[in-house]
C-alpha cells in the first residue's frame, strides 16, 4: 500500500493510489532532458495484450477544446479505442502519432490492409515554459521505449510527458490516483492519470483540498499570468460502461479542476479520455451480437464521486511528487515546500 | 401483407410495411378537423406495458434544430424514453406536453414522489397552412384519446399529427414503413414512422424514387417558396443497441430527406427520435448491472440501409396516402393525382 | 449598492448584486402558497420591449441532462432566444410554456402565420419535497402575472419558481449576484441568476466559499441521500459575443457548482442558458448582413472567472436569502442559521 | 469560364467552376507514384498571406467520425482555422501534421513562445487499395511542395491527396465545384473541394445527377462491398458567417453525399471543414472588440442550396476528371467510361 501525501475525500483507494490499481492497466514514461529540452512521452495501455486486436470500450470529453489532441474524433463515432493513450509536448503530437502508428504496422501485418487503419490517441499539453518545444525532440525510439517499458510501478511528477509541465505557476506533471467502488456486493477500481499544465504561471488561484494556499504561495513567487495551460485527464475502470456512461463519468473531471481553483482557462487544452475494461472487442469476432454486463445507471453517482475524487488528488500528486526544475524559459517550484501547510 | 405503393430500395418490408411490424409497437391517432382547424395528435407506443415502468434505449438526432420538440435532452443524457412520443403541431407541445404529463400522474402513484419525475416527448410541425395554429385546439381528452386508441392498424396520411401537413407543396402527413434484416440467421425488424412538412409550399425540388417529379408538378401548382417546415421521424427496431449505435442509425434519416429532394431547409425542425425494444430497463430493478445484447458495429450497415430505405419510402407514404386537403390557409392537392408518372 | 452577504472572488459587483446590472434586464416572481403547494414561476426578461420581434443571441449548455427543460434545441440550432425565460418546477413545463406561447400569441398577431411560430423556453427544477407536485398547481394568471410585474428589485431567495427549492438539504431558490469587467476602458457587466434545487436532502459535501461547512451542518441536520436535484443558471450580460462564445462562457457555471461541494449528480438537471444583450436582432429585419460587434477571445478570461464567482455567489444568496420552510414532504432549514460560521 | 462535365442543380458556378473562385483561396497538390505507391498531398490555403496570423472563420461537421482526421476539436472550440488545410492518406496524418508543424515553425519565430502553439488541420481518407498505405510514402518534402506550388489552377481528379483514392467502385479523388450567390444586390462565392473515397468498391448504388447509373456500370464490373472509405469535404465562401451559421453550412454535405446514392457507411470517414475569407482575425490585434459582417439566417437557405449543388458536383468531377488507375491491390475503372450514359 502506497502511503498517501494527502488525502482528497471519502472513498478507499486502490492498494498503489494509481491508475494501474485498474487490473491489467499498464504505464510507461520516457523522459528527455537535455540542454533546453525537458519533455517526454507517457503511455498508458489499457492491457498488456494487443490493442488494436481487442479494443476496449471507451469516451471522451473536451471541456475546453484549445488543444491538439488526435484521436477523439473517432472515439465519439464508435465508443472504443484501439491503441494505447500516449501523452506528449502540444507540437510533437504528429511525430508520435506518426511512431504509433509505424510501431502498430510492425505489429499488426493486416493493418492498413484487411483489418482496416488504426485511429491512435496523443492528448498533449505544452510544456513550452520548461522545454524548447519548437526542436520536437521527440524520437520514434523514444515513442517505442515508452510502450515496451509500461508496467504498474507507482511513478508520478515529473517524468514522462509531465517533465517540462507546470501546473497553478509550480511544478505539475503526471499524476495518479484511484478509488474503489462496491457495486452488488463486489469491489471495483476506478483509476485516474492526469497531466497537469494549468493555470499556468499564476499560483494565486490555487486551492489544496480546500485550502487556498494560493495567495500565500503567490507571495513568495514570481508574477501571475492568466489561466491558461491544458490538462489531460485518462481515467480507467473494470466497471462494465456503455460509452455513453463512461462519457457523463469522465465529463465530472472538470469538477476536480475547479476545486483546485481553476475556471478552465481560454488557452487551456482540458480533454478527458476514459476507458473501461470490462467488456473489450475483438477485432476478429464474426456474430452479429455482443453480450455487455453495463452499470445500471441509479449506481452512477458512486463513480461520479470517484472520479472527482481521484482527479482531485491526481492534481495535487502531480504537483506534490514533482521536482524544482530549472529548464528553457522559467525556473519552477515545487509544491512540496508548502507542504506543511496544506497537510 | 399491405400492398405498396412505391417500393423503394432493396431490403425486404415487414408484413405491414409500417413502424407497427416492430413488435409491441403501438400507433394511435386523434384526428381534429372542425372550421379553420386541422390539427391532431399522433401517440407511438414502444410496448403495451407501462413505460414509465419498463424504460426502452433510445437515441436522437436533431439534423436542424429549428423547432419546439421537447424531450431530447434527457434522450440524450440517458439514452432512454420513459413515455410514448407524441408528434403534434408546433404552438401545441405545451398542451399535449402538460396532458402526457397529467396522464402519466394518473396512471403512476408513485411519480413525482419515489420513482421521481417523468420526461414526455413530444415532437411537432408547424401545420400553420391547413390549421389555424394559434387556436392550440388539442385539449386533454384529444392526448389521452389518441393514447387510448393506439392499435396496429396501418392507418397513414392526412391522419392524428399529419392532419395539417404539407410536404413539398403536396399534402405530407404521417407515412410508415418497414424493413426486415437478417442477422445470425435471425430476422429482425426496422420500422420508421415520420411527420412529413418540408419543402412547405414548393414541389419544384420533389424527386420520387428518382424521379425529379417536382418540376413538372409545380407547373400546375401553386409558385414555390424556400424550404421550410419540418419533419419528424421516429425509428423503432427490436435489434439490441447501445444508444450511440442507435444516434448513429437515426442520423441517416437525413440522407432519406435529401434523396426526396431536400437541402434542408433552415425554417425546418428535423428531428429524428430512435427507440430499441431489446432491452427495456426496469424502474424499479435493484441490481447494480444490466446484461444487455448490442449489435456488433461491424453489421451497422445493414440497418444504415434500412433506416434510409424506410424513411425515404414512409416520406413517399405520407404523401401517397393523404388527401387533398382545404384548410386555413391553403388548399393543397396530393401526390397520388401524379401516381401514373412516378411509378 | 446592495450589502452582499458574503464575498465571493475578486471582480467587483454591479450595483444591486444582481443580473438586473446588466442593462434592460427585468426579473419577475410569481411566488404559490397554499395547503400543501411550494412553487412558482420567474421570469427572465432579456429587455423589456417585445423579445419575440427584438431576439438577442444566446447559447446553452447542458452539465447534466436529467430534465426536462424545453427550448434549448432551438438555442443550439440558431443562437437566439426569442421568448422571456421561465423558471418553474418539473411536471409545470408543459402548462407554463403553453401559458407564454398564449401569452405570446395575443401579443404578437403575425405569431404563427408570417412571422412564424415561437420557441418558449421553459426552465425546472424538482420541488417535489416541498411541494406537491403532481397536482401542477401553476396557472396561465400565475406565468402572466410573472411576466407582468418583471421589474429590476433585488428579491431572492424563496421565491417565485425557487419556493419549493431544496439546495444542499437546506432551503435552496433564486440567487443572484453579478460582476462588472472593464474591456478597453468601458465597464461592462455580467449577471447570474440561479434556481438551486442540488445536492438535494444531504449537507454533508456543502462548502461555502472554501469552508467545508456541510459536516457541521449535516451533524445537526436530517440524513443525507445521493447528489440529485437540479440547478439552472441564467447568465445576462451587455458584452458582444456570438453564441460560441457565449456557450463557453456559460459552460464554465459548472465550475462553480463544484466550488459548493456537489459533484453533479446522476440525477440532477443542471441547466446553464446565457444571453448578449448587445446585439439584438430584429424580426422584421430585411438587409442580407448584419454587422456585429464581438468579444475577441483573448479577453474571454475576464468573463470566464466573472461568471463562476457570480455564479457560485448566486448559489450562496440562493440560501443565505431563502426561509426555513415546512412543506409537503419535509421540513427544511436555511443556511443563515450558521452565517457566522461561514463569514 | 471552364467548360461544365455534368451540371447539377440551378445556381450560375463562378469562373473556374472550383474552390479557387472564392478570391484568395489557392490550393496546391503533391501526387505520389512510384512502384505500389498511389498517394498525395492536398493543401487548401484560405488566403495567400501568413494564415497563422491572419487567422480565418471555421467550422466542422463530422457525419462519420471513423476517421483519423486532426485539428477538428480546436475549430469546434475557437471557430478559427489557422494553417492550411491539409489532405492526405489515412496513415500519413501524423507524417503530414509533424511537417506542417515544422514549416510553420520555420515561418512564425513566435510560434511556441509568445505567441502559443499551432493546431494543424489534417484531414484523411484510406487509400489502401491503390496504394501500399502501409508504407507512409510521404515526406517532408512532399508536404512543402504541396504548400509551396498553391495556386488557382483547376486541377481535378487523380492528383494529389486523391491519386489513390477510389470512389463508388470507380476512381474518385480531388474534385471542385462552385456556386454563386447574390445577397443585397452583390454576387459571393461559395466553392467546395472534395476528396472522395467512399462508397468503396462497390457501383451498384451510384446515382450520377438523379440517373441510378450504378447499376448497370456494376454489371461490367468487379462484385460490390459495402460502403464503406471515406470522403473529406471543404467548403469555403467570401460571405461573412459565424461559425454556428458556417457549422449549419457544411452539415448539408451530407445531404450530396446521399443524392449520389450513398447512406453513409459505417466505415467512413465524412468530414466536413469549412470557412469564411470575410472576417479574418489577426493574432496580434490588442482590442477587445472585432467588428464582424454576418449574414443574417434568414437568407441562409441560399447557401443551404449553393453548399448541396456545389458538393454533389464536385463528387461527380472527383471522378469525371480521373483516370482509370492500376494500384497496390486493384484496378479501378473511371466513370468517363459511362460519360455517354449519365448526361
Not at 505489429?107 to 491512435?120: A, C, H
Not at 490516483?177 to 476506478?190: A, F, I, N, Q, W
Not at 513568495?220 to 460509452?243: C, F, M, P, R
Given at each position: 500500500?502506497?502511503?498517501?501525501?494527502?488525502?482528497?475525500?471519502?472513498?478507499?483507494?486502490?492498494?498503489?493510489?494509481?491508475?494501474?490499481?485498474?487490473?491489467?492497466?499498464?504505464?510507461?514514461?520516457?523522459?528527455?532532458?537535455?540542454d533546453?529540452?525537458?519533455?517526454?512521452?507517457?503511455?498508458?495501455?489499457?492491457?498488456?495484450?494487443?490493442?488494436?486486436?481487442?479494443?476496449?470500450?471507451?469516451?471522451?470529453?473536451?471541456?475546453?477544446?484549445?488543444?491538439?489532441?488526435?484521436?477523439?474524433?473517432?472515439?465519439?463515432?464508435?465508443?472504443?479505442?484501439?491503441?494505447?493513450?500516449?501523452l506528449?509536448?502540444?507540437?510533437?503530437?504528429?511525430?508520435?502519432?506518426?511512431?504509433?502508428?509505424?510501431?502498430?504496422i510492425?505489429?499488426?501485418?493486416?493493418?492498413?490492409?484487411?483489418?482496416?487503419?488504426?485511429?491512435?490517441?496523443?492528448?498533449?499539453?505544452?510544456?513550452?515554459?520548461?522545454?524548447?518545444?519548437?526542436?520536437?525532440?521527440?524520437?520514434?525510439?523514444?515513442?517505442?521505449?515508452?510502450?515496451?517499458?509500461?508496467?504498474?510501478?507507482?511513478?508520478?511528477?515529473?517524468?514522462?510527458?509531465?517533465?517540462?509541465?507546470?501546473?497553478?505557476?509550480?511544478?505539475?506533471?503526471?499524476?495518479?490516483?484511484?478509488?474503489?467502488?462496491?457495486?452488488?456486493?463486489?469491489?471495483?477500481?476506478?483509476?485516474?492519470?492526469?497531466?497537469?499544465?494549468?493555470?499556468?504561471?499564476?499560483?494565486?488561484?490555487?486551492?489544496?483540498?480546500?485550502?487556498?494556499?494560493?495567495?500565500?504561495?503567490?507571495?513568495?513567487?514570481?508574477?501571475?499570468?492568466?489561466?491558461?495551460g491544458?490538462?489531460?485527464?485518462?481515467?480507467?475502470?473494470?466497471?462494465?460502461?456503455?460509452?455513453?456512461?463512461?462519457?457523463?463519468?469522465?465529463?465530472?473531471?472538470?469538477?476536480?479542476?475547479?476545486?483546485?481553483?481553476?475556471?478552465?482557462?481560454?488557452?487551456?487544452?482540458?480533454?478527458?479520455?476514459?476507458?473501461?475494461?470490462?467488456?473489450?472487442?475483438?477485432?476478429?469476432?464474426?456474430?452479429?451480437?455482443?453480450?455487455?454486463?453495463?452499470?445500471?445507471?441509479k449506481?452512477?453517482?458512486?463513480l461520479?464521486?470517484?472520479?472527482?475524487?481521484?482527479?482531485?488528488?491526481?492534481?495535487?500528486n502531480?504537483?506534490l511528487y514533482?521536482?524544482?526544475?530549472?529548464?528553457?524559459?522559467?525556473?519552477?517550484?515545487?509544491?512540496?515546500?508548502?507542504?506543511?501547510?496544506?497537510?
Amino acid at each position: 500500500m502506497t502511503e498517501r501525501i494527502i488525502k482528497v475525500g471519502e472513498l478507499n483507494t486502490g492498494k498503489l493510489n494509481h491508475i494501474c490499481d485498474v487490473e491489467g492497466v499498464l504505464v510507461g514514461h520516457k523522459t528527455i532532458i537535455d540542454d533546453d529540452i525537458r519533455t517526454g512521452v507517457t503511455a498508458i495501455l489499457p492491457h498488456k495484450n494487443n490493442i488494436f486486436l481487442n479494443k476496449v470500450i471507451a469516451s471522451s470529453f473536451v471541456m475546453n477544446g484549445f488543444g491538439k489532441s488526435i484521436g477523439l474524433m473517432q472515439i465519439d463515432e464508435l465508443g472504443t479505442i484501439e491503441t494505447p493513450i500516449l501523452l506528449t509536448n502540444t507540437l510533437a503530437v504528429g511525430k508520435v502519432s506518426d511512431s504509433l502508428v509505424k510501431i502498430l504496422i510492425e505489429e499488426n501485418p493486416k493493418l492498413g490492409t484487411s483489418l482496416g487503419t488504426v485511429n491512435p490517441i496523443v492528448l498533449e499539453c505544452n510544456d513550452g515554459r520548461l522545454n524548447n518545444i519548437r526542436k520536437i525532440a521527440i524520437t520514434f525510439d523514444d515513442v517505442k521505449e515508452a510502450l515496451d517499458i509500461a508496467n504498474t510501478n507507482n511513478f508520478q511528477g515529473s517524468i514522462g510527458a509531465g517533465t517540462g509541465m507546470v501546473c497553478h505557476g509550480l511544478k505539475g506533471g503526471i499524476g495518479s490516483s484511484s478509488r474503489e467502488v462496491e457495486l452488488d456486493g463486489k469491489v471495483y477500481t476506478l483509476g485516474v492519470l492526469v497531466n497537469t499544465n494549468f493555470g499556468h504561471s499564476s499560483s494565486k488561484d490555487l486551492i489544496v483540498n480546500g485550502k487556498p494556499i494560493g495567495k500565500q504561495i503567490q507571495k513568495e513567487q514570481a508574477n501571475g499570468e492568466e489561466d491558461k495551460g491544458s490538462i489531460i485527464v485518462v481515467v480507467a475502470t473494470n466497471i462494465g460502461l456503455d460509452n455513453n456512461s463512461l462519457r457523463r463519468v469522465v465529463k465530472r473531471a472538470s469538477i476536480a479542476i475547479g476545486k483546485t481553483g481553476s475556471y478552465v482557462g481560454h488557452g487551456s487544452g482540458d480533454v478527458f479520455v476514459g476507458f473501461s475494461t470490462a467488456n473489450s472487442i475483438s477485432a476478429t469476432e464474426k456474430s452479429a451480437f455482443l453480450n455487455q454486463t453495463v452499470l445500471s445507471q441509479k449506481y452512477i453517482n458512486l463513480l461520479f464521486q470517484a472520479v472527482v475524487e481521484a482527479t482531485e488528488e491526481a492534481i495535487y500528486n502531480s504537483m506534490l511528487y514533482s521536482i524544482e526544475t530549472k529548464g528553457y524559459l522559467a525556473s519552477v517550484k515545487t509544491l512540496k515546500n508548502w507542504i506543511k501547510d496544506i497537510r
